[in-house]
């Protein structure tokens, strides 16, 4: 639960940055969107269509769900908040990677427009292939190293336990840090490799 809201304030900063950022096409990046929009924004729609519905409807099922749902039942819904994050990612990524690498679209001289040839093209872009794995890793790595921070911290200002309640406290920081470093570790030498075949 404690986790939980550190990953609700994140969401939450993600959702606002997200809404600025949709200002931010039509305002200051107009005419890119105009030249570009039917490509570029057809995996942002499918982000917003399948991964962030899947992101919010059961993040309120999280939220909403403890003590009312069976326990295997909200931790799945936690789950399916996570892979809703990746399945974001991959739409951003494959948008992203079309401007390094713009396949599966064509130049239309009538309309002064780039228009898409195949979606299939631009999901599979090269570019989005390697960059994907590349940020799902360090998005780990940063996950792996927030739990380590604020476990570790926290087992530090336990210190010493002297009461049962503060030994299943220290019992539980003492398995997130760890855990938090295992992940750290292993998502940043992940990390190393992706980021150099990218």
Do not use: C
Request: hydrophobic share 55%; glycine share 10%; charged share 15%.
């Amino acid at each position: 639960k404690f986790f939980g809201k550190l990953f609700l304030i994140n969401f939450a900063m993600g959702v606002v940055t997200g809404i600025v950022q949709e200002f931010q096409f039509g305002m200051n990046w107009s005419e890119y969107s105009r030249f570009v929009g039917d490509i570029f924004g057809a995996p942002l729609a499918l982000e917003a269509l399948i991964a962030f519905f899947l992101e919010s409807v059961f993040l309120g099922v999280w939220i909403f769900g403890w003590d009312r749902l069976p326990k295997k039942v909200h931790l799945m819904s936690i789950w399916m908040v996570a892979i809703g994050t990746m399945i974001s990612s991959i739409f951003i990524l494959a948008a992203n990677s079309w401007m390094q690498n713009p396949v599966g679209a064509t130049f239309r001289p009538g309309t002064d427009r780039a228009e898409m040839t195949s979606l299939i093209d631009v999901l599979l872009n090269p570019v989005a292939l390697i960059t994907i794995p590349h940020v799902l890793v360090t998005a780990y790595m940063v996950a792996g190293g927030l739990i380590l921070g604020v476990a570790g911290w926290h087992l530090a200002k336990i210190g010493k336990p002297t009461t049962e309640k503060l030994e299943s406290d220290a019992s539980a920081y003492r398995w997130a840090t760890k855990f938090g470093a295992w992940v750290l570790l292993g998502a940043g030498a992940l990390s190393i490799v992706t980021g150099d075949i990218q």
